[in-house]
């Protein structure tokens, strides 16, 4: 290859590269349960808080696997019935935390608050992760753009699914070190 042709595809690959394509140990991260409809904040290795959501009125509507935030928005523009951000009539609530399910780009499906705070807990949506205004805005105040969230319906614990994904520390008490213990 040329050095021209070198440069082109090394600028491709870095534009279309994810922003934090595998999660490092103790990166922020974020599980989503559909059995349970919660949804744990991981970050430096323990899960720092837990919240109930809302999701899809079928399984299928709330897409499962590992995705990436790719938007974030305060009070979020409600296209499909021209409802500004910050009216009371959005269902989009005061956050919306997007990420790339099926090719969207944060645009289609998201973590987002809601203006029906009494559908948190049950399957309502048609297809997003709904939040508390509250517990939203405080979300959206840890993550950036590029933190994974991965979405699974099953019957382990929080803790049980990030395990698996890798994204908890194995803390151990220092007296069961057994380099201390020599000591």
Same mark, same amino acid.
């Given at each position: ?20 394509? &595998? #999660? ?21 290795? $323990? ?8 999701? !899809? ?5 709330? #897409? ?6 790719? &938007? ?12 500004? !951000? ?7 609530? $005061? ?9 969207? +780009? ?11 705070? $009494?559908?948190?807990?049950?399957? =309502? ?10 517990? &939203? ?5 840890? &993550?950036? +753009?590029?933190?994974? =969230? ?15 994904? !890798? ?17």
């Amino acid at each position: 290859m040329t050095g021209g042709r070198t440069l082109l595809v090394m600028l491709v690959v870095s534009v279309l590269w994810p922003l934090n394509p &595998v #999660p490092e140990p103790g990166d922020p991260y974020i599980i989503i349960n559909k059995s349970s409809n919660k949804l744990a904040f991981i970050d430096g290795g $323990s899960i720092v808080k837990e919240y109930p959501v809302a999701t !899809g009125k079928k399984e299928e509507l709330t #897409p499962e696997g590992e995705f990436t935030i790719t &938007v974030k928005a305060v009070r979020p523009y409600y296209r499909k019935q021209d409802i500004q !951000g910050g009216d009371p009539d959005n269902p989009l609530g $005061s956050r919306w935390i997007g990420f790339d399910a099926e090719n969207t +780009n944060g645009r289609v499906y998201g973590i987002h608050g809601t203006n029906r705070s $009494s559908s948190i807990g049950g399957y =309502v949506s048609n297809g997003c992760v709904r939040m508390h205004n509250d517990d &939203v805005n405080e979300l959206f105040e840890k &993550v950036e +753009n590029g933190v994974k =969230v991965w979405i699974e319906s099953s019957p382990e614990s929080m803790g049980d699914a990030a395990k698996k994904r !890798g994204v908890l520390f194995d803390r151990k008490p220092l007296y069961l070190n057994e380099d201390l213990k020599k000591m």
